[in-house]
């Protein structure tokens, strides 16, 4: 599709689940895997997540390693409807970093005027997957860091955009009515499914942070 390499990074039980059935998902890895985590923003040059993201868990989206990278990694939230809360620490934020805000077409002067840059990639009602990594690779990105949430991971998988999975597991279960790691793929037939080889496994503690890469095969 582009020249861009999208690590999908994914913080589950071991159910994979990444939160109860009322969101609540602070802390389900440990803060040895959270730190693992930092160190994978910082090693990409771009993070990207949903709104409801933004809306659920208000992230800073910043790599906070020891020491601080030298520089940020952009921090992008897919928006279709310009609905991010100027008042988030994404927005309060810009003097740490920058801030992109991608829309389908939406209205976003609010956004624009408080600092953050706005590029429209969509037709009106969802952000384009595609139209979003060609934008991004002509604004000189080269690797993602996609941090969620289900919705917006599953459309990445679902146009085969997404060449890597970084899979934190914590050693929990939380059942069926936790919600999923990833939304709805629209499989018909199981061949279909995209297949992934693993690479490497780590161990953080209790955690287990699984590599794979998506197999071409």
């Known amino acids: 599709m582009t020249g861009i390499r999208v690590t999908l990074k994914l913080a589950t039980s071991l159910d994979g689940r990444i939160a109860l059935a009322d969101g609540t998902s602070q802390w389900i890895t440990s803060s040895a895997s959270r730190a693992r985590a930092h160190e994978m923003r910082a090693a990409h040059d771009a993070i990207l997540v949903g709104v409801g993201t933004v809306l659920a868990d208000d992230p800073l989206l910043t790599a906070r390693t020891i020491p601080l990278p030298a520089c940020q990694p952009l921090r992008i939230v897919a928006d279709s409807h310009a609905r991010t809360p100027l008042t988030s620490k994404l927005m309060t934020s810009l003097n740490v970093g920058p801030v992109v805000i991608v829309t389908a077409g939406s209205d976003a002067r609010p956004h624009v005027a408080a600092g953050a840059a706005v590029w429209r990639c969509g037709n009106g009602l969802r952000v384009s997957v595609g139209e979003f990594l060609r934008r991004a690779e002509a604004e000189g990105i080269r690797t993602i860091l996609l941090e969620g949430g289900s919705h917006l991971a599953a459309s990445f998988v679902r146009e085969g955009a997404v060449h890597e999975l970084a899979w934190f597991r914590a050693p ?8 999923s790691a990833l939304g709805e793929l629209g499989l018909d037939i ?22 794979y890469v998506r197999s071409e095969q």
């Open 172 to 179: 929990i279960l939380i059942g069926g009515e936790g919600l």
């Open 190 to 211: 199981l061949k279909s499914a995209t297949r992934w080889r693993p690479v490497a496994t780590e161990r953080i503690g209790d955690d287990v942070l699984d590599t």
